[in-house]
């Protein structure tokens, strides 16, 4: 006879709650992803931590998609999301941090040239109390002159730009914690400024060298003449660093700027520099362009005002640039 106080069915077993999630892009990489995902859950067995892999598929076409469906039947870590064609790292990293269900998001390429060994020395550093701990490739392999000069370069204006001293914004293999990365709002190619973008709105940002390999398989998706786009996105992370939070200080230097200009350029037209008396040309070049200064200036003014009325009436200040608050504990 059955005991009353026994269940009448099994209870089914509780999957542990996935605390770390391991985001791959990959476009095209049908060669490279196989061995990386191997190399990969061979050092998420040995972390104590329960885990997940999710690979986001950026519109593949070259067999890469069959592979991981494949490989994922037999996988205990593995999540396969695809995206319906090719977007972008930006927005397949992005699409990855929003079906991500750890706590810490760790990033990393999809060509095999970021090493999964360095994972556990990331989280390391994130438990220091970073909030974003980024890659290093100090001994990077790849060609000097179409990568690895263009990349010192660019992460020297990026530094100035944003304040953040790293070595090297445009290695993916990154550890981030959840809480951060979902504060921000990436398009574009704006994965490469995350670090910058967090810590506008007080992340604390770390550095640790990481291991790079040189690519065995397929062909790079970057080049140099990538150089054009990424000085543009340079500009909107200027702006939107320095002034997400008060657009009218941005406008409001250009209507200063244009308002001197109209008054400098009248003052020329209008007045005889020698005898400082007022006198009458017949040309409107000069009183042409300094009535065109006039509306330039009202006109900067006005989208700063709109832009801050927008600002306020708005949640974005609240969500996607909102400053983070930490409560500290004193004894």
Known sequence: MRSGNAP?????LERPVVTLSVIIPV???????GPLLERVEEVLDGIPRASEVIVVDDGSTDGTVEQLEARRRNSRYLRVLRLQRNFGQTAAMAAGFHAAHGDVLVTMDGDGQNDPRDIPGLLGHLDQGYDIVSGWRKNRQDNVMSRVVPSVAANWLLAEITGVRLHDFGCTL????ASIIRKLHLYSDMHRFIPGLAAAVGARVG????????RTEGVSK??????????TDMVVLRLLVRFSGQPLHYFGLLAIATFMAALVVSF???VDTGTMELVNYSTVVLPAIATLCFCLSFYFLMMGLLCELALRSS??????????AREECFT
């Not at 476009?27 to 992803?33: A, C, D, R």
């Open 8 to 12: 009448r069915h099994p209870l089914p």
């Open 27 to 33: 476009y095209n990489e049908v060669g490279s992803i």
């Open 174 to 177: 990154k550890a981030y914690r």
């Open 207 to 214: 550095e640790r060298v990481v291991r790079h390999h040189p």
């Open 222 to 231: 970057y080049g140099i003449g990538r150089t054009w786009k990424l000085l």
């Open 268 to 270: 020329v037209a209008f």
């Open 315 to 324: 949640s974005a200040r609240e969500t996607a640039y909102a400053p983070i």
